[in-house]
């Protein structure tokens, strides 16, 4: 009788030889008394996309909230840096300010403004980013629909609105949850857009669900199990390892 063994996952904190833009050393996250992220550390280069996945409860998405300073999960231990700067020291609009840009899985749309209206309030704190011009040519729906209100989008339209949103800002770290809740025959058009995106050399982590479509577009792949970094390496590596995906993806 044989026994499976856990594949070996070897961690790699970086590629090349490019320092890190962005790093998280040892965070450890609670919501109330539930311990969440248990000691996730890992780095990111400039102009890098890196999927973060794991199954549901992984704590992927509490990774990124810490990493935004939002209220909850609370960070208790860890330091978060992004081009030198001490995440862990400021509250979530010190960070939106600094350039973290989270594009959370509900979207936030403002319900009764339009569009536009939208894309103007997310800009009326300094650092200012893209234009509007600017967002429209990449976004050609939403200059379609720039006087709808913003609330009655489809799925698809609402996320490019969210991703739109934070480019309207300084963005230099983009964290989003792309595909979250949107129905199978938009995933390829939300592909399009995050792979503009990487086109523009935007550092962005990617929470998905769906982890063979965030593979492809991504350089790395980080994956959480029970709050932990079970793996860190490049993409390509787990689409190649169908025992790792197996084990913490389940595809």
């Not at 939208?118 to 011009?133: C, H, K, R």
């Not at 990449?138 to 609330?151: G, I, W």
């Amino acid at each position: 009788m044989s026994t499976k063994h856990a594949p070996v996952v070897p961690t790699v904190k970086s590629t090349g030889s490019a320092p890190a833009f962005f790093s998280c050393w040892d965070i450890h996250s609670y919501y109330g008394e539930s311990y969440i992220v248990q000691g996730v550390s890992f780095d990111i280069r400039e102009g890098e996309i890196v999927a973060l996945l794991g199954r549901n409860g992984a704590g992927k998405t509490s990774t990124l909230r810490s990493i935004a300073r939002v209220d909850s999960p609370q960070v208790t231990h860890g330091e978060i840096w992004l081009d030198h700067q001490p995440l862990h020291t400021m509250k979530s609009h010190q960070a939106a300010q600094l350039g973290v840009g989270l594009v959370p899985e509900d979207r936030r749309i403002i319900a009764g403004m339009t569009v536009e209206e939208n894309l103007i309030l997310a800009q009326i704190a300094p650092p200012v980013g893209w234009t509007i011009e600017r967002i429209y040519e990449h976004f050609p729906r939403l200059a379609e629909r720039r006087n709808q209100e913003a609330t009655t989008l489809s799925g698809g339209e609402q996320q490019m609105l969210a991703v739109a949103r934070a480019l309207a800002r300084d963005v230099k770290l983009l964290l989003d949850e792309p595909y979250e809740g949107l129905a199978p025959v938009i995933v390829h058009e939300i592909e399009r857009i995050v792979d503009g995106i990487k086109e523009l050399g935007m550092t962005t982590i990617i929470v998905e669900q769906n982890a063979v479509a965030a593979l492809r577009l991504a350089d790395r792949a980080i994956i959480l199990d029970m709050g932990q970094v079970v793996f860190d390496g490049l993409a390509q590596e787990v689409l190649d390892n169908a025992e790792l995906r197996q084990q913490y993806l389940a595809i």
